[in-house]
C-alpha cells in the first residue's frame, strides 16, 4: 500500500527557477475520510527521468489501460477497524480494505482485510515520514506473518526526496511537485507443507507527490531484482486524479459492490495464471495485481477484458514467490481473490 503519484510542467526556465521547495506535512498530505482517487494504470513504456532542482517530468503521453478506484474512511466508520491497533485511516480499493495510521509523524500501514482474512503488521510499514523535503532521507523496516499459510514477510525500505518541480500528466499539469526514490528489499519465507522457500528481491519505485493533493500523483515501479532475462523491468505505472467533490462524509455504506464470480487458477501458480469470468458490460473494466502490502505490481490492458466470457492467460514466472491479490473492478461491482507463487 505504497501504492502514490503527482505534478506540472513550465517550459521557461526562469519561471521553474522561480518555483518555492515544496514541503510535505501531515495537514496537506495525509488523506481525509471522503477522500476518493482514480488509478489509471498505464503502459510501462516509460522513463523516470532525472533527479534534481527544478525538474520538469513529462508523462502526459502515457497510454492507459485500466482504472481503479481508492476511497478512504474513518477507520472507526468500517466493520474491521478493531481489528487494526493505532489505525485512524482506512482506504477501501474494490473489496479490500488497507487500515494505516495517519498522524502529525507520517503514515503508517497497519495491515490488510481481505477475502474474509486479516494480515496484521507486526511492525508497521512507514509509507512517508514528515517533513518531507528535497533531499530528506529515511529509512523503515516492517513485516508480518499470516500463521496459517506459515508466511512470512520481512521488508528493509530507504527513501530519498531526490527532486522537485513539474510534472505532466494525461490529466493535469502540476508545479511544485516532490519526488521520492524508494529502494526496498524483501525477505519472504513461504512453507505449504510439502513446499517450503525462502524468496529475496528488491524493488524501487519513484513517487510523485504534491502539498494539498493527499495522495500519490504519479508512480513507477521497478523489479530490480532481475526478470527471466536477467534485466530490470518496470513492473506498474500508475497516475491518480481526485474524484470531483469528494472529501466530504462518504460512508463506506454509500459504497455498494455486487457479487461478481473471478476464478483465478492454478493456484498455486508457477508460470502462468488464468482469470475467468463473465461481464455484462466490460466499459471501464480493470483487473490488477498487487502484492500482499497493496502495491499494484501488474495491470491486465482493458482492451483484452470483453463483454460476455473472459479466460485470460497471465504469465507469473518473473513474479517472485509470495502471496498475491487479484482484483477485478467493472460497472458491476469489484472482486478479489487471493493468490500463491511459488518458484
Not at 515544496?22 to 481525509?32: E, K, S
Not at 475467468?276 to 466499459?283: G, M
Request: overall charge negative; some cysteine.
Amino acid at each position: 500500500m505504497k501504492k502514490t503519484v503527482f505534478s506540472l510542467f513550465v517550459a521557461a526556465s526562469a519561471i521553474a527557477t522561480s518555483q518555492a521547495q515544496p514541503t510535505l506535512t501531515a495537514t496537506n498530505m495525509n488523506p481525509i475520510h471522503g477522500d476518493v482517487f482514480y488509478g489509471h494504470q498505464c503502459d510501462t513504456n516509460v522513463s523516470k527521468g532525472a533527479a534534481g532542482a527544478h525538474v520538469t517530468w513529462d508523462f502526459s503521453a502515457v497510454t492507459e489501460g485500466g482504472l481503479d478506484t481508492t476511497s478512504y474512511f474513518a477507520c472507526d466508520s468500517t466493520a474491521f477497524c478493531s481489528s487494526f491497533p493505532g489505525s485512524n485511516l482506512a482506504a477501501l480499493n474494490g473489496s479490500v480494505y488497507v487500515y494505516a495510521s495517519a498522524t502529525a509523524a507520517g503514515l503508517s500501514l497497519k495491515g490488510i482485510h481481505g477475502m474474509g482474512s486479516d494480515i496484521v503488521y507486526d511492525n508497521a510499514l512507514d509509507v512517508v515520514r514528515y517533513p518531507l523535503t528535497h533531499n530528506t532521507v529515511f529509512t523503515d523496516t516492517s513485516g508480518y506473518a499470516i500463521t496459517g499459510l506459515g508466511y512470512y514477510h520481512t521488508e528493509i525500505d530507504s527513501y530519498i526526496c531526490d527532486g522537485y518541480g513539474t510534472l505532466k500528466l494525461p490529466a493535469s499539469t502540476d508545479t511544485n511537485t516532490l519526488r521520492v526514490h524508494n529502494i526496498s528489499y524483501t525477505i519472504d519465507s513461504l512453507d505449504l507443507g510439502s513446499f517450503t522457500s525462502v524468496t529475496k528481491s528488491r524493488g524501487e519505485s519513484y513517487i510523485w507527490y504534491k502539498p494539498g493533493f493527499h495522495n500519490a500523483l504519479f508512480s513507477i515501479s521497478y523489479d530490480t531484482s532481475g526478470s527471466a532475462s536477467g534485466l530490470p523491468y518496470v513492473r506498474a505505472v500508475t497516475y491518480y486524479v481526485k474524484k470531483a467533490g469528494s472529501g466530504s462524509t462518504t460512508s463506506v455504506t454509500e459504497i455498494s459492490h455486487q457479487p461478481l464470480s473471478l476464478q483465478v487458477y492454478p493456484n498455486p501458480a508457477n508460470d502462468i495464471l488464468h482469470l475467468k469470468f463473465n461481464l455484462q458490460d466490460a466499459a471501464g473494466a480493470s483487473i490488477t495485481i498487487a502484492d500482499i502490502a497493496g502495491r499494484t505490481i501488474a495491470a491486465i490492458n482493458g482492451k483484452d477484458i470483453v463483454t460476455g466470457t473472459n479466460d485470460i492467460v497471465f504469465p507469473v514466472s518473473s513474479l517472485p514467490s509470495g502471496l498475491y491479490i487479484v482484483r477485478m473492478q467493472s460497472a458491476a461491482g469489484a472482486v478479489s481473490q487471493k493468490v500463491t507463487i511459488s518458484k
